[in-house]
T-cell receptor
Framework: DAMVIQNPRYQVTQFGKPVTLSCSQTLNHNVMYWYQQKSSQAPKLLFH???????NEADTPDNFQSRRPNTSFCFLDIRSPGLGDAAMYLC??????????????FGNGTRLTVT | KNQVEQSPQSLIILEGKNCTLQ??????????LRWYKQDTGRGPVSLTIMTFSENTKSNGRYTATLDADTKQSSLHITASQLSDSASYIC??????????????FGKGTKLSVKP
């Protein structure tokens, strides 16, 4: 019944070694989001795609990039992970953008560890 | 500054008891308010969404209230179960007009239900 699927669930990478996290959805939603969530903190929006239109948050580091090759898939690339990038990364989708009363559907996240 | 404050930060209750979680916000212009449940190691799951004109909304044993005048919301859990142990996150949507929007996340209340 999973509708937003994130792989892998756990990812370990070395300091400075590029890593890619993936997200797929079966909801055919227009919008896909990437959030970073650190322990006991609220999720922080990194960027989102409205269809093919990429929207970066002003305070998202350049180290974080994203790709959306088609409606179903979205990738988060961390070019040179630092120790401070260790976190849970959540992918979410919605039919419309945030102001509308459409819920966000979250995946179960990828927990990234940087060694 | 748009902010969402939740209280208490954490709460322990006995199975079968009721509890109420609070959310205060200073968000303008307001679009809607959402409550999410996040189990440990999982992505958040939507419980309710309320717009300006809605005072209360229920989802099973979960009942959310909204007072748009005082900018307060509560989530009441009736007859708690062990599976209710989770973080509960209040999210307020800012309406920038059109299809644009922004979601302001609270830090969550961590609820532990003990047998």
């Amino acid at each position: 019944d999973a509708m937003v699927i994130q792989n892998p669930r756990y990812q370990v990478t070395q300091f400075g070694k590029p890593v890619t996290l993936s997200c797929s959805q079966t909801l055919n939603h227009n919008v896909m989001y990437w959030y970073q969530q650190k322990s006991s903190q609220a999720p922080k929006l990194l960027f989102h795609y409205y269809d093919k239109d990429f929207n970066n948050e002003a305070d998202t580091p350049d180290n974080f990039q994203s790709r959306r090759p088609n409606t179903s898939f979205c990738f988060l690339d961390i070019r040179s992970p630092g120790l401070g990038d260790a976190a849970m990364y959540l992918c979410a989708t919605s039919r419309d953008r945030g102001a509308r009363s459409t819920p966000l559907h979250f995946g179960n996240g990828t927990r990234l560890t940087v060694t | 500054k748009n902010q969402v404050e939740q209280s208490p930060q954490s709460l322990i209750i006995l199975e079968g008891k009721n509890c109420t979680l609070q959310c205060n916000y200073t968000v303008s212009p307001f679009s809607n308010l959402r409550w999410y449940k996040q189990d440990t190691g999982r992505g958040p799951v939507s419980l309710t969404i309320m717009t300006f004109s809605e005072n209360t909304k229920s989802n099973g044993r979960y009942t959310a209230t909204l007072d748009a005048d005082t900018k307060q919301s509560s989530l009441h859990i009736t007859a708690s179960q062990l599976s209710d142990s989770a973080s509960y996150i209040c999210v307020v949507s800012v309406n920038y007009g059109g299809s644009q929007g922004n979601l302001i996340f609270g830090k969550g209340t961590k609820l532990s239900v003990k047998p």
